[in-house]
């Protein structure tokens, strides 16, 4: 069985985060881990409150996990404060981690930034260059590359600007332009372009992470960077086509759409 870790933070109510990672992982077939680096209190009508965990208590958390069950992936999403993300790099680092997705979750959806300048440096010139793949969207590109992005060609350019500091595989998610929602994939000086349907359900909380864990997961079987950000976006607009109905806000996905259900009667 493959095993796949997620280094991320809590949500309670289960759509995003961490829980939207295991969901994901195991709607893959895989065995999921995880570090938890904040807990925070939300559902899908926002975010209440946020309690980070301690630098050391993640580095030991990822201690327990890559000294017993090595992960064949892992997927990196809210990292808060620049000594989360100092002990995650030591950590990945010193046990060599493969197969790094990094999700930047700089920006909110709205645009408001969500990490401190400082956190910011340590997540682009220290976390970012250990990852295979980084899946940042729209407001997240802008921050990385200093432009503002309001086309196909922008996002080209932005992938462009962001190599110069990263030479891994970068995949830009086009869900906020407003008359696309092609993803862009620039991989060694290659541009490669995933077409977006929009899928007419208001119901998106946990795309981004639930995106990032189906491409670790992905990585995890041994696929190209290009084969497994297309099979991620196959999985993920199933689960969005499946209509699932939580909550009184933006709700969850429907991760285990695929999933037959066992009978033990």
């Known amino acids: 069985m493959k095993k796949v870790l997620t280094i991320a933070g809590s949500d309670c ?3 995003a985060g961490i829980q939207a990672d295991i969901k994901t992982i195991t709607a893959h077939n895989m065995y999921a881990m995880s570090a938890i680096t904040a807990l925070t209190a939300q559902n899908t009508t ?28 892992v997927k990196i999403g809210m990292v808060s404060s620049p000594g989360i993300i100092l002990k995650i790099v030591e950590k990945l680092e010193e046990y060599k981690a493969k197969n790094i997705v990094v999700d930047p979750v700089m920006i909110s959806t709205s645009g408001s930034r969500l990490l401190s300048e400082t956190a910011m440096d340590a997540l682009i010139t220290k976390l970012i260059p250990l990852a295979t793949i980084i899946t940042p969207n729209i407001h997240e590109a802008e921050a990385l590359c200093g432009i503002q992005i309001r086309t196909k060609e922008d996002m080209q350019e932005a992938a462009v600007k962001i190599s110069q ?15 696309t929602a092609d993803d862009l994939l620039y991989s060694s000086g290659e541009f490669i372009w995933f ?48 209509g699932l109905d939580l909550g009184k806000g933006s709700g969850p996905l429907n991760h285990c759409y695929a999933l037959t259900p066992m009978s033990f009667v």
């Open 13 to 15: 109510s289960g759509g």
């Open 46 to 73: 926002g975010v209440f409150g946020v309690v980070d965990c301690t630098p050391d208590f993640v580095g030991q958390q990822l201690d327990c996990i890559m000294t017993d069950i090595y992960p064949d992936s």
């Open 165 to 179: 500091g990263y030479q891994g595989n970068i995949l830009i998610k086009g869900g906020h332009l407003e008359d």
């Open 195 to 242: 077409p977006g349907n929009r899928v007419d359900n208001p119901n998106t909380h946990g795309t981004g992470c639930t995106l990032s864990s189906a491409i670790a997961c992905n990585l995890a079987k041994g696929f190209d960077s290009k084969t497994s950000i297309r099979e991620a976006k196959r999985y993920i607009s199933g689960a969005l086509e499946a």
